[in-house]
């Protein structure tokens, strides 16, 4: 099921093939999708794509079962309204293709324990759910290796926050094949250009999360354009009045960044369009422009989950193409460990 293209010499070439996944722990930020999923839409076309909602990563964190259910459900809709076109690309969610929890055991009995007490997510997640340790929080990475090494993978798009991640899954990747043979793509890192790195609106040394307890510190993608507005007036900024990105202004930075990946602008043109206007203007602008920027994702999301069989069928052939390709993977890896091959 490789997409394949021409290339110079008229012989057919496969294209790249990338792997990225989201969690489906509430409706995507802003942040969610212009440093990701954007990127997920433009990549499309270039490369041969497998996008995931990743519902076995959200267990990690104590979730409320009908909860998630939904938030699975509205998070596959969400990323086919981005422009996830599920004919072009592998749109699955995780938990339907059962070799990701199959590779992930065998990659756990190849992964260090030292190499994952050194995760930084594992430290903040389990600073912030001190009550819950488990061992999936420790060990997912080696759930985002399976993930990934899965599709072979030759390319990952990552942001500053999974640097570590795709570092990991390489020495995976590498250890295993240094024991059995070529059996893994080792993946390349993809940073995107465009994509954006989104600050809490509240506390702008933070990522803006899907997860932030305060409201007032994420846009959601579905968020009415009253509301966007709304928080972006309420946006934590500084005592300065200039709209310029500098040093020090971290408040003032993310929404010069929100803006200028919304409408296309450098960020000297954003300087230079709110000269001698102030905040109250530039804050204003900034809630517009982001309310009409995510206009046809609502009106396409709103149109998709009122066709419940039409997701189904999308996800169901997703999870199909999925298991298909990453199965020939896993029976690879089974044979190189030693497991017996039934007949069944
Ligand atoms: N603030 C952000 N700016 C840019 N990119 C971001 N991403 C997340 N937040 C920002 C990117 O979104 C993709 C999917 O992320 P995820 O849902 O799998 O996990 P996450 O990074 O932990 O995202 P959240 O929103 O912060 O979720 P919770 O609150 O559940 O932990 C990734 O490519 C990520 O880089």
Redesign the pocket.
């Known amino acids: 099921m490789c997409a394949t293209e021409q290339n110079t010499t008229g012989q057919t070439a496969r294209k790249k093939r990338i792997f990225?996944?989201?969690?489906p722990?509430?409706v995507f930020?802003l942040?969610?999708y212009?440093?990701?999923?954007k990127n997920w839409v433009a990549m499309q076309e270039e490369y041969d794509c497998a996008y995931s909602i990743?519902n076995m990563?959200?267990i990690t964190?104590r979730q409320d079962p009908a909860k998630l259910k939904k938030q699975t459900l509205d998070s596959y809709a969400l990323m086919l309204a981005c422009g996830v076109d599920p004919q072009k690309s592998i749109a699955f969610i995780q938990s339907h293709v059962r070799t990701h929890a199959e590779l992930a055991w065998v990659l756990d009995c190849y992964t260090q324990f030292g190499e994952l007490s050194r995760m930084t997510q594992f430290k903040d997640k389990s600073a912030k759910n001190a009550d819950n340790i488990n061992a999936g929080l420790f060990t997912y990475p080696s759930l985002m290796a399976a993930d990934i090494l899965l599709y072979q993978a030759d390319l990952v798009?990552?942001?500053e926050?999974?640097k570590q991640h795709l570092e990991l899954t390489r020495d995976i990747a590498n250890r295993f094949n240094g024991l059995y043979g070529n059996v893994f793509t080792i993946p390349d890192p993809l940073i995107p250009k465009a994509?954006?790195?989104?600050?809490s609106l509240q506390d702008p040394a933070k990522?803006?999360?899907?997860?932030?307890e305060n409201p007032n510190a994420y846009i959601s993608i579905l968020d009415e354009p009253g509301s966007i507005i709304k928080k972006c007036k309420r946006a934590v900024t500084d005592s300065d009045t200039v709209v310029c990105y500098a040093e020090g202004k971290d408040g003032v930075n993310n929404l010069i960044t929100i803006y200028a990946a919304v409408t296309g602008k450098s960020f000297e043109e954003v300087a230079r369009e709110f000269d001698g206007k102030g905040y109250g203007v530039f804050k204003q602008a900034v809630g517009e422009a982001v309310a009409e920027h995510l206009r046809p994702i609502r009106e396409e999301y709103a149109r998709l989950s009122a066709d419940p069989a039409y997701l189904e069928t999308c996800y169901t052939e997703g999870a199909r193409r999925a298991l298909s390709i990453s199965n020939r993977t896993l029976e690879k890896v089974y044979k190189k460990v030693g497991f017996v091959k039934p007949c069944l």
Not at 207 to 212: A, Q, V
């Open positions: 990225s996944g989201i969690q722990t509430g930020t942040g969610n212009l440093g990701a999923v990743v990563h959200a964190v798009p990552i942001g926050y999974q994509a954006a790195r989104v600050k990522k803006m999360s899907k997860s932030d």
